[in-house]
Structures are given as C-alpha cells and as structure tokens.
Nanobody, 115 residues
C-alpha cells in the first residue's frame, strides 16, 4: 500500500511564493517518477511538473521558470517551489507517484492566489 500526503498549500498574493511538499510511504520502488498536477474549479486536472529518480525534470509551459520541482529519494518526498504566483495558479494541487505503470495520488492541497 502506497500513500501520499501533501502539505504546504494556502493563500498567497500575486507575485508571492508557496512551497508544496509531498511525502510518500509504503512499498516505494525505484526508479519511479514523482510529479505535481493541479485542477482548477470547473476544469480538468492538468500536469504541472515531474521529476525522475535520477533528477530529470519537466514542466508545463505555464510554470516554466517560476516553479521548481525537487525530490529526496532517501525520504521519498517531492516538493514544488512556486514563485511569482499568478491568479491562474489557483487550483487544488495533487502529488502523483508513478511506479512501473501504477499511479498513486495524494488527497490534494488547495492553493489560492489573490489578485
């Protein structure tokens, strides 16, 4: 059984910063891919960023240069540093862990950016 628990969401003003964290527990096999997705009210869930066990990162265009994903393989954690926040970043953010074709999701954490 794999569980993911996110933390760090909240409310911030435009231009501010927030840091999200996600801790995975259970039978974690490496290599794997950890990532962040988000879902705004009334919209479909969208991919934000991913990072492999070896540290390769990928970002969706809208967050490139503003968000930074990182991970600690020993602790099975992944973080998302979000800078220069925009109102369109408002969403529920979900942590995802992909292991050999299986996807595990966290419960989500709300991020609200006030203009």
């Amino acid at each position: 059984q794999v569980q993911l628990v996110e933390s760090g969401g909240g409310m911030e003003q435009v231009g501010g910063s927030l840091r999200l964290s996600c801790a995975a527990s259970g039978d974690i096999i490496q290599p794997n891919v950890m990532g962040w997705y988000r879902q705004a009210l009334g919209k479909q869930r969208e991919w934000v960023a991913t990072i492999t066990t070896s540290g390769n990162t990928h970002y969706t265009d809208s967050v490139e240069g503003r968000f930074t994903i990182s991970r600690d393989n020993a602790k099975n954690t992944v973080s998302l540093q979000m800078n220069s926040l925009k109102p369109e970043d408002t969403a529920v953010y979900y942590c995802k862990l992909a292991i050999v074709g299986y996807n595990y999701w966290g419960q989500g954490t709300q991020v609200t950016v006030r203009s």
